[in-house]
């Protein structure tokens, strides 16, 4: 599977069996920890704690993102358990719900909210017999089938194929004389030739966090991070 651009390190931790809690564990942009949830099941606060061991270990790590967007589960044992996890870590936490957000995950992210562990970000979530829902701290609203696809690679481009610009015959036009053509008409018609410096590529973009809702929880640990830092 190709890594995601922009990831420093990544671990896919997609489900093999059903008992698999986390679908997704990454560090963004060099120092954040990318926690995403499947479902809230018995094996939940295990697979998050072995995913930041072997994260942690070459990366240094400023907050954690916990994702619950389109999370379910019916343990509400195992929400309680990585809700006591995340208190101990006493790290930065950004938590990501959104309306398919649902049981134990519902749960879990009430959890966070009411020990004041972290900020919730995105929309509401769905409401059960038992909890909920959990509103959001920061709303962002974004569409179902944009989010799905933005949480499978948070870096992709928007799909311009059906743009005006992506057709042909709107293309400007380009003068395709090659720098060779255009050096052997200044030697035939006498003009002195003076070599052209050698231009350098330019760069190619950095890539940055298109996933509205995560990038403002990105942005919320980063500021986070800086207001803590020990001043010299």
Do not use: C
């Not at 920890?33 to 790590?61: C, D, M, P, W």
């Not at 907050?63 to 619950?68: A, F, M, R, S, W």
């Not at 398919?100 to 004041?116: F, G, K, P, Q, S």
């Not at 293309?171 to 030697?187: G, N, Q």
């Amino acid at each position: 599977m190709m890594a995601l651009a922009g990831l420093t390190a990544q671990t896919a931790l997609r489900a093999a069996t059903a008992a698999t809690a986390l679908a997704r564990a990454a560090v963004l942009e060099n120092d954040v920890f990318y926690l995403r949830v499947s479902h809230v099941g018995k094996n939940l606060a295990e697979e998050i704690q072995s995913a930041q061991g072997a994260l942690a270990a070459t990366n240094k790590i400023i907050g954690t993102v916990l994702d619950l967007r389109f999370a379910d589960g019916d343990d509400s044992e195992a929400a309680k358990a990585a809700a006591d996890l995340f208190a101990v870590k006493k790290l930065p936490l950004a938590i990501l719900t959104d309306g398919e957000t649902r049981d134990a995950a519902v749960r879990l992210a009430e959890l966070l909210r009411n020990a004041r562990e972290g900020l919730i970000f995105g929309s509401a979530t769905s409401g059960t017999k038992s909890w909920g829902p959990v509103q959001p701290d920061i709303a962002v609203k974004v569409g179902s089938a944009d989010e799905r696809a933005l949480m499978e690679n948070p870096y992709a481009a928007p799909d311009e194929t059906n743009s005006p610009a992506a057709t042909n015959n709107l293309l400007p036009f380009v003068d395709y004389t090659s720098e060779a053509d255009l050096v052997r008409a200044k030697i035939k018609d006498g003009d002195e030739f003076e070599p052209v410096p050698a231009q350098r590529a330019p760069e190619p973009p950095k890539p940055f966090i298109r996933d509205p809702v995560l990038a403002r929880a990105v942005d919320l640990i980063k500021g986070l991070a800086i207001v803590r830092a020990p001043h010299s």
